[in-house]
């Protein structure tokens, strides 16, 4: 099976900085495929993409050595399963506030016995090669999103199910939660939340992602211990270059 580049990352005591994909199409996706990054997003939730979208973008992402992702728009099994089924080698899972929650996600990501993932992996089997049945429950990575208060106050539970590899962090959610409003740039009290959730996951061996509003904010988190950073998304990429452009243009 075709090896996970961001778990090949980890195993080496490295963070993976991944990009996110909100435009629902296959040239741009293939754009920022090739850039360089250590993983590549398609963004189900709050992106503008449809899962016959993600399909194709997921198709060119696949031309270049890096790790495909999906972020799926909630915590439903099919959506889960088919993304997988379409080739993607992690699930990013929003709004996981339970143990529960955390526990029915993953058993969607996982074949018998560790899950209850239906076997059919259409696409999957395509890109990976004919050993996916095998090797798939080891090569697919789990990410349950915390970006709540509640998800906070029930963490060690979360951190406890069986199977997860990985927590993400939405900071604009949980600045959201927690009384603030929503920011990518959380302040003092969301911050410390943030550093709860890192020391806690280091301690029960699970990684640690967050999404950040630029690589400088990507390499100050890697540095802190996280193990697994967003760069804004394709749709940012746009705006603040276009706008530093123009401004430039017009003399500003």
Request: aromatic share 8%.
């Amino acid at each position: 099976m075709k090896k996970n580049g961001v778990r090949e990352l980890w195993s080496n005591g490295e963070g993976a900085i991944n990009s996110w994909l909100a435009i629902p199409n296959s040239f741009s996706a293939e754009i920022v495929a090739s850039i360089g990054f250590d993983s590549v997003t398609v963004d189900m939730q709050h992106g503008m993409v449809s899962f016959q979208r993600a399909v194709e973008m997921l198709q060119a992402i696949s031309i270049f050595e890096v790790t495909p992702l999906v972020r799926v728009p909630w915590n439903d099994p099919a959506l889960i399963m088919k993304s997988l089924d379409a080739g993607s080698y992690g699930i990013i899972c929003p709004m996981i506030n339970t143990k529960d929650e955390c526990h029915q996600f993953v058993s969607a990501c996982r074949y018998a016995p560790r899950g209850m993932r239906s076997f059919g992996p259409s696409r999957a089997k395509i890109y990976a090669g004919d050993d996916y049945a095998e090797k798939a429950n080891d090569t697919i990575i789990t990410f349950a999103m915390i970006e709540t208060a509640t998800a906070v106050d029930n963490l060690e539970d979360i951190l406890s199910v069986e199977e997860l590899d990985a927590v993400y962090i939405g900071p604009s959610d949980l600045s959201l939660t927690m009384g603030h409003a929503p920011s990518i740039n959380p302040v003092d009290e969301v911050n410390e939340a943030i550093n709860h959730i890192l020391q806690e996951s280091k301690k029960a061996n699970i990684k640690a992602g967050m999404h950040c509003p630029n690589g400088k904010v990507v390499r100050e988190r890697i540095e802190m211990g996280f193990d697994f950073c967003t760069i804004a998304n394709d749709a940012a990429f746009i705006t603040q270059s276009g706008s530093n452009e123009l401004n430039l243009a017009r003399g500003k």
